[in-house]
């Protein structure tokens, strides 16, 4: 996907832990009353769910303008059942997409949102899947990288809740992530992108061809400003991290309020 305007508002804050100095990347979203930046990024949302090319076929074919079908068909709406959760839990797995796609320049296949059931419907297994191939012409190499994120969110409220919540379920990626992986691929092959589901295809036989394994907890909330020793309610075996586990925390003031003026230009 192109690289959208508002990454260039998310700030990577250093020097920040959980207690006992767990080491935690730390981000806040520093964002700015800029209309043609938050346009860019309701675009960039919008495209997740839908490509350009389809978009007005599928409207003519349900005899739809562009912008009653986004609304009727595709984009959570804020007034309906599980809309606005829904609208939660996709930013902020699009905002996590978007950090290991353009900041840390991983390969982030974008299948999940697209053709979903019902516009509410979320998908189940590992929330991101991002990958990164050691030699440039993708031949399977001990060093290719796989990332299995698990993504939670309150951006209605101040809580680090989420980071604890998104380490605790970070461990059911050990048992589901072949099985998304899979997933990942077929889902690729259905949406036409036939080489992306061949690169990701390289990632279901690890026997035959080592990888590294990196789990991502990624906690967002709508925190102004995070504390330098980040304080969570649980201890002992459940906040032990793995070896090859990374803590991912993004932050900004009012992002539930942020994700509703992005959604509402989404069906512009």
Not at 217 to 246: P, Q, T
Request: with cysteine.
């Amino acid at each position: 996907m192109e690289k959208p305007q508002y990454i260039d508002w998310i700030v990577e804050e250093t020097g920040i832990v959980i207690k006992d100095d767990i080491p935690l990347k730390c981000y806040k979203i520093d964002y700015k009353d800029d209309e043609s930046i938050l346009d860019d990024w309701a675009l960039h949302i919008r495209r997740n769910y839908i490509e350009d090319t389809e978009l007005k076929e599928d409207a003519d074919d349900n005899a739809m303008t562009v912008e009653q079908y986004l609304h009727d068909y595709v984009i959570p709406q804020k007034g309906e059942e599980l809309g606005a959760t829904v609208r939660s839990a996709d930013i902020t797995e699009i905002l996590i997409s978007d950090l290991l796609e353009f900041v840390h320049q991983y390969s982030v296949p974008r299948y999940k949102l697209k053709n979903r059931s019902g516009k509410n419907n979320s998908q189940q297994g590992t929330d991101v899947i991002a990958y990164k191939y050691k030699n440039e012409d993708k031949t399977p190499n001990d060093k290719d990288e796989l990332i299995a994120a698990e993504v939670k969110a309150t951006l209605s409220n101040t809580e680090y809740t989420p980071i604890k919540n998104a380490i605790i379920d970070s461990r059911k990626d050990e048992h589901r992530l072949a099985r998304s992986v899979n997933y990942c691929r077929k889902r690729l092959k259905e949406l036409g992108k036939i080489e992306e589901a061949e690169e990701v295809k390289r990632f279901l036989f690890k026997p035959d061809n080592n990888y590294r394994i990196t789990y991502v907890a990624a906690g967002v909330s709508s925190r102004e400003n995070a504390d330098d020793a980040i304080e969570l309610d649980f201890s002992g075996e459940e906040l032990e991290i793995r070896k090859n586990e990374l803590i991912f925390y993004v932050h900004g003031k009012k992002l539930m309020e942020l994700a509703h003026n992005i959604y509402q230009r989404c069906c512009k």
